[in-house]
């Protein structure tokens, strides 16, 4: 069954990248004009208006039992191929390919990393989310902390946070929130969607996986900070230290719409090889 949840909007606008990488640099992060603005406007004001302290808690509750499904990672990468966005005329391949193009892109970069090119493969797995009946803005875009205001490089921020109903609350509208100076991300609860699910995910299922991965997975789309240099007075000195970890990981994390196709046939022996290695059988979801 294929679940229609519309485009991603941290794939339909990506940000700046390598000009050799990028058709039109330009094009990349464009949140003032271009085809699909108006939805993805419609997705962050739904996200910024909803995503609440409250709001991320219930769902940390609802899912926090993993109990929607039993499957391995092998059977969660073929599950993203029912996510496909018909009305998006570039993409005319299926999800999982993009996982695959990351892996090996990171593969190939990083050929002594094996962990590293798993990170490729899992990175976008917590989008089955939206299988489980969650909406778009609870499951893709840009992520942000919750409990706090909203930073200047939050996508949108002037203009989709005035009906969330935290900020009218005195406990969460300041700069720190209910949160300590530089107390650390592992406490700051962050907005719901497929980077926590994820890592809450991996951390349940006790995959074997270095730091490092737990790191990337959980804040790939933290786009506000790995690439705005917002929420600095969180931050902890390991935030720090992690923090180029997940900027190379999203030098990777691109979607291209990339005419030469990888042969997952061919790649699948290579990558099941390292699900057995850190994250074997089959996983509760």
């Not at 992060?29 to 271009?34: E, I, K, L, Q, V």
């Not at 004001?45 to 990672?73: I, N, P």
């Not at 650390?184 to 730091?211: A, C, I, T």
């Not at 990888?262 to 509760?284: E, F, H, N």
Request: charged share 20%; net charge negative.
């Amino acid at each position: 069954m294929k679940v229609m949840v519309g485009p991603d909007p941290s794939l339909v606008y990506r940000p700046d990248v390598d000009p050799e990488v990028a058709k039109d640099k330009a094009s990349f992060r464009n949140y003032t004009s271009g085809p699909l603005l108006d939805r993805v406007f419609t997705t962050y004001k739904l996200m910024h208006t909803h995503q609440t302290v409250d709001f991320v808690r219930s769902k940390h509750a609802q899912f926090g039992g993993f109990s929607y499904k039993k499957m391995t990672v092998m059977e969660a990468v073929d599950l993203l191929d029912g996510l496909v966005d018909d009305s998006d005329p570039d993409v005319d391949f299926p999800n999982s390919f993009h996982a695959f193009q990351t892996a090996e892109g990171i593969r190939k970069a990083h050929p002594d990393k094996d962990w590293f090119h798993l990170v490729g493969l899992l990175h976008d797995l917590g989008k089955v989310l939206a299988l489980f009946g969650e909406p778009q803005w609870a499951v893709v875009g840009d992520t942000f902390p919750v409990g706090c205001r909203p930073q200047a490089s939050v996508v949108f921020c002037d203009s989709t946070f005035q009906d969330n109903p935290d900020l009218q609350d005195p406990r969460y509208s300041t700069e720190l929130g209910m949160y300590q100076p530089h107390c650390g991300l592992d406490r700051v609860l962050m907005s719901w969607g497929h980077d926590e699910y994820m890592y809450q995910v991996m951390k349940f299922n006790k995959f074997s996986l270095p730091p490092e991965a737990f790191y990337m997975i959980r804040f790939h789309s933290f786009y506000p900070w790995h690439t705005g240099s917002d929420y600095q007075q969180l931050c902890s000195q390991q935030d720090l230290a992690m923090l180029p970890w997940v900027q190379e990981f999203n030098k990777f994390d691109l979607y291209t719409k990339c005419p030469d196709l990888p042969d997952v046939d061919k790649l699948r022996p290579y990558y099941q090889g390292l699900i057995d290695k850190y994250c074997p059988g089959i996983l509760s979801w």
